[in-house]
Structures are given as structure tokens and as C-alpha cells.
């Protein structure tokens, strides 16, 4: 299983078991949709699939303050896909 089957695995996952938003998923879900487009973000990529399993709306609310909120996977989209933006370099 490539990389963006792997996406679209934990995103659906993260739907059902975390209550990801369904606006993130249609962002995740066409990142795995357009390989090509994301193929040179490997790294984010993977941060990408180890936040998923610790998505939850509330976190970093609480007394520790862990999990992956709206703020820190949002930030991780907005690379992501201005990676993809970002003329290539000479």
C-alpha cells in the first residue's frame, strides 16, 4: 500500500472513530486523490498520517494539553498544499 493509500485509510478512520470534520476530510481526501501533485512532501505527508490517529476536536484543552486539534492539522493542510503552489526551483 503507496503513501496516499495510507492517507486515505487514516482519513476515513479519523472520520469514524475521532469525528474528523468532514472539511478536513475533503482536503485530505484530494490530497490522496493527486499524488502527483504531492509526491516531493513526503515529510508532511507522514506528519499528516501520524496526526490523524490523534485528531480530536478538543485537544490541547485539557490538563496535558496533547492529541492534534482543528489549529495543528490545519497548519499541516496549509503546507501541504502550498507546497504543491511553490514554483520549482531552478
Known amino acids: 500500500m503507496d503513501l496516499f493509500d495510507r492517507l486515505r485509510q487514516a482519513t476515513l478512520l479519523a472520520q469514524e472513530e475521532n469525528e474528523?470534520?468532514?472539511?478536513?476530510?475533503?482536503?485530505?481526501?484530494?490530497?490522496?486523490?493527486?499524488?502527483?501533485?504531492?509526491?516531493?512532501?513526503?515529510e508532511l505527508l507522514l506528519l499528516l498520517l501520524e496526526q490523524l490517529p490523534d485528531y480530536d476536536t478538543y485537544a490541547q484543552t485539557g490538563y496535558l494539553g496533547m492529541g492534534v486539534d482543528d489549529t495543528i492539522l490545519r497548519a499541516?493542510?496549509?503546507?501541504?498544499?502550498?507546497s504543491q503552489r511553490k514554483p520549482p526551483a531552478p
Open 76 to 82: 499541516t493542510l496549509e503546507k501541504l498544499e502550498g
Open 20 to 42: 474528523l470534520p468532514d472539511c478536513f476530510a475533503r482536503r485530505i481526501l484530494s490530497i490522496a486523490d493527486h499524488p502527483q501533485r504531492y509526491r516531493n512532501s513526503r
